[in-house]
């Protein structure tokens, strides 16, 4: 099953706006990324936050990390067309000796112009 | 980070055959790893490719169905093997560098199988 499971599943929002995204997982972590994929092209990684560290900021992009609750969000502040985008949480878990990202199911972001 | 070119970009291919996926990096890394995103889906990781022997390959995935190669620290290939129109999804390299922690895409490879 997924690892990480993001909410909503599909935002539409007005230019100008915030957006915020929610991405829940199951088991211990390494550290939770999140990546952007543009009309089913490559991923682009965004930002990390690692599971001793609750906040970061990066530009328009904010992600916080609540390891009790196994909870993420990432809030893009004053959105932008170019932010439509497909987003996904991908958490590195605490496995043996090599780690690996399992990704989640992806929330589909319409910026209105 | 790392540029990553995947050939070809997209392919319709005939149920039955195979189609080999290359991936190139522009500097040596740690890490090549191959996914496979299904129409509408997230990712899921195929297998892990190690520069020198065998490739990692995750539950649900073989090696017969998946053949692997990474002949260096640059490259790897991935074959799709006897395709039936339930592989059609873009197939996706990634590498990491020095510590797993962010991995850089490839543009992807489209596959529609008929």
């Known amino acids: 099953s997924q690892q990480g499971e993001e909410d909503p599943q599909a935002l539409s929002i007005q230019e100008g706006e915030n957006a915020t995204m929610n991405c829940s997982y199951k088991?211990?972590?390494?550290?939770l990324q999140w990546y952007r994929q543009n009309s089913g092209r490559g991923l682009v990684h965004l930002i990390l936050?690692?599971?001793?560290?609750r906040e970061k900021h990066s530009g328009r992009l904010r992600v916080t990390l609540d390891t009790s609750k196994k909870s993420s969000s990432l809030l893009i502040t004053a959105s932008r067309a170019a932010d439509t985008a497909s987003y996904f949480c991908?958490?590195?878990?605490?496995?043996?000796?090599?780690?690996?990202?399992?990704f989640g199911k992806g929330i589909t972001l319409s910026v209105r112009p | 980070s790392a540029v990553i070119s995947q050939k070809p970009s997209r392919d319709i291919c005939q149920r039955g055959t195979s189609l080999t996926i290359q991936c190139q990096v522009d500097?040596?890394?740690?890490?090549m790893f191959w996914y496979r995103q299904q129409p509408g889906q997230s990712l899921t990781l195929i297998a892990t490719?190690?520069?020198?022997?065998?490739?990692?390959?995750e539950s649900g995935f073989v090696i017969d169905k998946f053949p692997i190669s990474r002949p260096n620290l640059t490259f790897s290939t991935l074959t799709v093997s006897n395709m039936s129109p339930e592989d059609s999804s873009i197939y996706l390299c990634?590498?990491?560098?020095?510590?797993?922690?962010?991995?850089?895409f490839g543009p992807g490879t489209r596959l529609l199988v008929l």
């Open positions: 991908a958490t590195d878990q605490i496995t043996g000796a090599n780690s690996k990202l399992t």
């Open positions: 500097s040596q890394v740690t890490m």
């Open positions: 088991t211990s972590i390494n550290n």
């Open positions: 490719a190690n520069q020198g022997s065998e490739a990692t390959y």
């Open positions: 936050i690692r599971s001793n560290e």
């Open positions: 990634s590498v990491a560098m020095g510590g797993i922690e962010t991995q850089y």
